[in-house]
């Protein structure tokens, strides 16, 4: 039997998702609850794998067992086996033919900034602080250039194994409500660290040090070390994965205070 998973975790105690020898990751504390919930050996694959630092609302993965259990029994079973900073928000059978990775259609990271003079006590490990003020609206404007599919050579890590680094960017919004900025973007795939490096770009603008039009002239360029830093993991959420209706996989419900709305 396939069993797909939802999950949600605070990526600030772990070394990433993926599992590495002496290091916390999210996947190893997972694969041991889920173990221990199946009494046998489970091997989880992710639709994405997040670096260290990094949160997620809606990560997905699938795994294979020969354990019998309920919906209900996977979802408490494994919570109960879980810290307080990873859990399971739903499980459930899926088809064969289906794939965490491959299936998904589309990925939604956002990236939370907050920008005023004072630090955050509450969220100091949950957003990246800004102390300059942002000029949203420039932003904006830089980001329109960046969608559509192109080669975002120029976006992605020297550690990138990616095959292609052709992309399509379906969407990369940038709002402001307050002392709080958040970038939301959308693709196919993404580029590891594309949504940091592009968080970075965007920031380099808000920032007035670089003009938009610079964004074209980095995309167009191709050249990594033309671009901006690398924008801090606290501020990356793994917000949604899509995937076809016919899965019939839960969609992640709202949370409080994080709506694109109240933002």
Not at 33 to 51: E, F, K
Not at 133 to 147: H, I, Q, T, V, Y
Request: glycine content about 8%; proline content about 5%; overall charge neutral.
């Amino acid at each position: 039997m396939r069993i797909a998973v939802g999950i949600e975790y605070d990526g600030s105690g772990f070394a990433g998702w993926q599992s590495q020898q002496g290091l916390r990751t999210v996947q190893q504390l997972l694969e041991d609850a889920l173990g221990a919930v199946a009494a046998q050996p489970v091997s989880l694959i992710a639709a994405g794998r997040t670096d260290a630092g990094v949160h997620a609302r809606a990560q997905v993965a699938h795994f294979d067992t020969d354990a019998e259990r309920s919906a209900r029994g996977w979802l408490l079973g494994c919570n109960t086996e879980l810290p307080p900073d990873v859990s399971l928000a739903w499980a459930q059978p899926v088809p064969a033919h289906f794939h965490a990775r491959y299936c998904a259609e589309e990925r939604i990271y956002r990236y939370l900034i907050l920008n005023r003079t004072a630090r955050s006590a509450l969220h100091a490990a949950r957003a990246t602080w800004v102390t300059r003020a942002l000029d949203a609206p420039a932003m904006r404007e830089a980001a329109a250039l960046l969608l559509g599919e192109h080669d975002f050579s120029a976006f992605r890590s020297a550690e990138c194994q990616a095959r292609s680094p052709v992309r399509r960017l379906t969407r990369l919004s940038v709002a402001r409500r307050g002392d709080w900025v958040l970038i939301e973007a959308a693709a196919n795939a993404f580029l590891h660290h594309m949504v940091r490096n592009i968080a970075g770009l965007l920031i380099a603008v808000g920032k007035g040090d670089e003009s938009p039009a610079w964004a074209r002239s980095v995309l167009e360029g191709r050249d990594r070390t033309r671009g901006a830093a690398t924008a801090p993991a606290a501020g990356l959420y793994l917000w949604e994965i899509r995937y076809p209706a016919a899965f019939g996989l839960p969609a992640p419900g709202p949370e409080l205070g994080w709506s694109a709305d109240q933002l």
